[in-house]
């Protein structure tokens, strides 16, 4: 941590990084680490990656190190104002003929499932009400600053729909919330889509966050045994099923090689995650952010977070929808996505500011925000052929540590700029 709990990193985070999107009037000019890294992960090479964010890293670490703000910024930003530059951005994008982010309105639906009936999935009972978008958040994710984005409101408004939020204990509730027709539109862990997907049940994603490797984690309680992953075998590990750092924890253990019968696996909720460290009633615990910030406040030891694990994968969140909303209201789920973008930036930028409002907010406290602004990435962008490509290395290794019956098809799920 830097001087006067400033994050001493700031990392990609261009909204909506592509040659083939328009950044738009308010988009952040980063000194070109987010170009760097949208052209590696289209190249889909890991060197290219790595050499991208370490080069992004230095330049944006220089400048705040000496004290300058992303974007020439050298005061607090508003959210109002952060509100009116969504609006202004999307108004300026529409009457430049941008209109659309690529493939997000128009197109068909196909790939839904059949109408409902006796012994046929909830999805294919799904409606869609035109009056309502719900928005589905995890619990204790930045996105509850969204609710007051008055400007996405006025976006809906405009387009006759009334925006509702939807809180969800973690990724994979929020996914079966969207697959079932509860929620509209979401932001979730990549390995619960990849793990939960169905044959026809026509989930989309719209775009990605970037790779995150340091916030998901193995850890123990500090002074405890074991000291590495492979100390685990025989004892007792919590995880949120389905989770990135579920798919992490399986990851470890294969490479530790250890098999899943070798340790006791104890599935928990976010909330029992954080109780049972507290009474150290467990040996390890697969966590993530935001509760990993916590345990690090409560003394844990990281055993093996994302970069220990070759080749990891499930480190990054999607941007989620389903076809129906995709066909039917594309410009609205375009201001949307953009919103979220916008919402990076101020984080990164304003992270002070964003920690006191989200320590009203949540369980996290201000310093453990601030923290964790320091670890995790923040970034909207297109669904490069990079990052397909990650999303089906992702479902194929889930299908292989058996979180899936079966491989599938990840491209389909993906919306891919055009």
């Known amino acids: 941590m830097a001087e006067e709990g400033r994050p001493d990193r700031q990392r990609w985070s261009d909204p909506l990084a592509s040659a083939s999107l328009p950044a738009g009037p308010s988009a952040r000019q980063d000194g070109g680490g987010a170009s760097d890294r949208a052209a590696a992960e289209a190249a889909g090479g890991a060197s290219q ?87 589905g958040y995890v619990k204790d994710s930045p996105r509850v600053l969204l609710r007051e984005d008055e400007a996405l409101r006025q976006a809906a408004a405009a387009a006759g729909v009334k925006l509702a939020w939807r809180e969800y204990a973690d990724s994979s509730a929020l996914v079966r919330a969207v697959q079932s027709g509860e929620a509209d ?78 340790v ?47 080749g990891a994968v499930g480190l990054r969140e999607l941007l989620l929808t389903t076809a129906e909303n995709e066909a039917s209201r594309g410009e609205l789920l375009e201001a949307v996505v953009w919103a979220y973008g916008m919402q990076d930036e101020y984080l990164l930028r304003d992270y002070h500011d964003a920690a006191e409002r989200l320590s009203e907010q949540t369980d996290v406290t201000h310093l453990q925000w601030l923290r964790l602004f320091e670890r995790k990435s923040f970034g909207t962008a297109p669904l ?31 919306r891919a700029p055009e």
Request: net charge negative; hydrophobic share 40%.
């Open 49 to 135: 990656l790595a050499a991208a964010e370490e080069s992004g890293g230095r330049r944006r670490g220089a400048r705040l190190r000496s004290g300058e703000r992303p974007g020439g910024q050298t005061g607090p930003a508003s959210p109002w104002r952060l509100a009116a530059l969504v609006a202004a951005s999307i108004a300026l994008l529409a009457l430049a003929g941008f209109g659309r982010l690529p493939g997000l309105a128009g197109g068909s639906a196909g790939g839904l499932g059949s109408s409902s009936g006796s012994g046929e999935p909830a999805w294919a009972a799904r409606s869609l009400d035109p009056k309502r978008l719900t928005i």
């Open 185 to 262: 539109f979401g932001e979730a862990d990549d390995a619960a889509l990849a793990s939960l997907h169905e044959a026809g049940d026509g989930l989309r994603a719209l775009a990605a966050e970037p790779s995150n490797p340091q916030a998901y984690a193995i850890v123990a309680r500090e002074g405890s045994e074991p000291g590495d992953v492979a100390g685990l075998r025989g004892r007792t590990i919590g995880y949120v099923p389905r989770s990135n750092s579920h798919a992490l924890l399986l990851q470890a253990l294969r490479q530790a090689g250890l098999s899943e019968a070798e």
């Open 384 to 414: 490069l052929p990079g990052i397909q490509a990650e999303e089906q290395r992702l479902a194929d290794a889930l299908a292989e540590l058996g979180l899936r019956a079966s491989p599938i098809d990840m491209p389909e799920l993906l």
């Open 264 to 310: 006791e696996l104890r599935p928990l909720s976010p909330a029992e995650l954080i109780r049972s460290f507290r009474k150290g009633s467990l040996d390890a615990w697969a966590a993530q952010e935001p509760e990993l910030t916590r345990l690090e406040s409560l003394d844990d030891r990281v055993l093996a977070d994302g970069q220990a694990i070759a």
